[in-house]
């Protein structure tokens, strides 16, 4: 019987409650998921991903410990192509969460390009409804134009949270170079 091994992969650049709530859920339907961060060259990040790995770590860590039951999580980091990454953790599997019928759109040609191109599947998991319009792009636009962290506990972890307020305060970071710029009190 082989392993049924999937990656979920994103930039998690905050990780949010609605990867959380993906994370979960892909959990009843693998042997193992690795939660595997990449890096959009298309954006900048606002956490390393050291950070992000850290992060994301101390979440899965407390998601095994509240319920043991399931799919094993680890947390890896990769650059270059996804397809490529798969291949190498040896990947049945890629994991995307999907919270609209945007995302659904621009997910489905790419699922269809990693099969065509390197013969892996895509499963695409629904967030749940509390999370359907959550965004990573989203939480950093609010925490950048000085937008109350504390009102941000629906959409992403305390420590998420935490870490956002330690970004405001360092200025050779993009939230803490708004904030010298006095866009933020």
């Given at each position: 019987?082989?392993?049924?091994?999937?990656?979920?992969?994103?930039?998690?650049?905050?990780?949010?409650?609605?990867?959380?709530?993906?994370?979960?859920?892909?959990?009843?339907?693998?042997?193992?998921v690795v939660l595997a961060i990449g890096r959009n060259p298309n954006k900048e990040a606002l956490f390393s991903a050291d950070e992000r790995s850290a992060l994301a770590s101390a979440l899965v860590t407390e998601m095994l410990e509240k319920n043991p039951q399931g799919a094993r999580i680890?947390?890896?980091?990769?650059?270059?192509?996804?397809?490529?990454?798969?291949?190498?953790?040896?990947?049945?599997?890629?994991?995307?969460g999907i919270r609209n019928i945007t995302d659904l759109a621009g997910e489905c040609q790419l699922a269809i390009t990693n099969r065509q191109v390197a013969g892996i599947e895509t499963v695409f998991i629904v967030t749940g409804e509390n999370f359907a319009y959550t965004s990573s792009s989203l939480i950093k636009q609010i925490a950048a134009l000085g937008g109350s962290l504390d009102r941000l506990t629906t959409l992403v972890p305390p420590i998420v949270i935490e870490a956002l307020r330690v970004k405001r305060m360092d200025r050779t970071n993009p939230l803490g170079r708004l904030a010298v710029d006095g866009l933020i009190e």
């Open positions: 019987m082989s392993k049924h091994l999937a990656i979920y992969t994103g930039s998690f650049d905050p990780i949010t409650l609605g990867h959380l709530d993906v994370l979960a859920r892909s959990r009843g339907m693998f042997d193992e680890r947390v890896d980091q990769y650059v270059g192509l996804t397809v490529d990454y798969a291949r190498s953790v040896g990947a049945c599997a890629i994991v995307r």
